[in-house]
Nanobody
Framework: QVHLVESGGGLVQAGGSLRLSCAAS????????MAWFRQAPGKEREFVGG????????NYADSVKGRFTISRDNAKNTVYLQMNNLKPEDTAVYYC?????????????????WGQGTQVTVSS
């Protein structure tokens, strides 16, 4: 089992950058595939990007490709989401998710563990 805690959210102007972190407690972090989702008010939770447990595969939503990058530091039990060139439509609560082994699924039902979320607000 793994416990996830996100941090790094905040208020930023359009065109700016933020880096979100997701710290995992528990054992064998390097056996967990990780992903980021987001949910804006009144909208469904949507996939942002993910990374397989081996680190060999990453995938992103079309809306963030070229702007967002996922990385992980297994020594620190942490996964990151670097967000550049932020747009007002990126405003949402961002969630970290984990699943042992597997791959980087885009459906939120696929993931077993979730953090509490961190708010990202992009002003125009």
């Amino acid at each position: 089992q793994v416990h996830l805690v996100e941090s790094g959210g905040g208020l930023v102007q359009a065109g700016g950058s933020l880096r979100l972190s997701c710290a995992a407690s528990g054992r064998s972090f390097d056996t967990y595939s990780m992903a980021w989702f987001r949910q804006a008010p009144g909208k469904e939770r949507e996939f942002v990007g993910g990374m397989s447990w081996s680190g060999g595969r990453t995938n992103y939503a079309d809306s963030v490709k070229g702007r967002f990058t996922i990385s992980r530091d297994n020594a620190k039990n942490t996964v990151y989401l670097q967000m550049n060139n932020l747009k007002p439509e990126d405003t949402a609560v961002y969630y970290c998710a984990a699943r042992q082994y597997g791959t980087s699924g885009t459906n939120w039902h696929y993931w077993d563990y979730w953090g509490q979320g961190t708010q990202v607000t992009v002003s125009s």
